[in-house]
């Protein structure tokens, strides 16, 4: 499956943004996904993943509140609502489906990567 993420870009802190990522496949619907970052220099983190039903969330601690990730079937993609932005939140973010693990926060747990998006939080 292929995972085209998008609707990064620069705001100030306390702003909002909403990522988007849309899959190229109709089995969607049995994937569970999550999202990543990674910042310059850092390793890539988890920050938030659903289940495939989209009945069960998991947030890491550094946006729990803030963060929010949902999943529309119908359209293939999976959404990632981030408000109260911080200039900490920057990073390239990575959408990610797994076929078999749901909610997990470890990377090799996912088969499938997105090729990233740019957020950039100013101070």
């Known amino acids: 499956v292929q995972l085209q993420a998008s609707g990064g870009g620069l705001v100030q802190a306390g702003g909002s943004l909403r990522l988007s990522c849309a899959a190229s496949?109709?089995?969607?619907?049995?994937?569970?996904m999550g999202w990543f970052r990674q910042a310059p220099g850092k390793e890539r983190e988890f920050v938030a993943a659903?289940?495939?039903?989209?009945?069960?969330?998991y947030y890491s601690n550094s946006v729990k509140g803030r963060f929010a990730i949902s999943k529309d079937n119908a359209k293939n993609t999976v959404y990632l609502q981030m408000n109260s932005l911080k200039p900490e939140d920057t990073a390239v973010y990575y959408c990610?489906?797994?076929?078999?693990?749901?909610?997990?926060?470890?990377?090799?747990?996912?088969?499938?990567w997105g090729q990233g998006t740019q957020v950039t939080v100013s101070s």
């Open positions: 990610a489906a797994s076929t078999y693990y749901s909610g997990s926060r470890f990377r090799n747990d996912y088969d499938y």
């Open positions: 659903i289940s495939w039903s989209s009945g069960v969330t």
């Open positions: 496949e109709r089995t969607f619907s049995t994937y569970a």
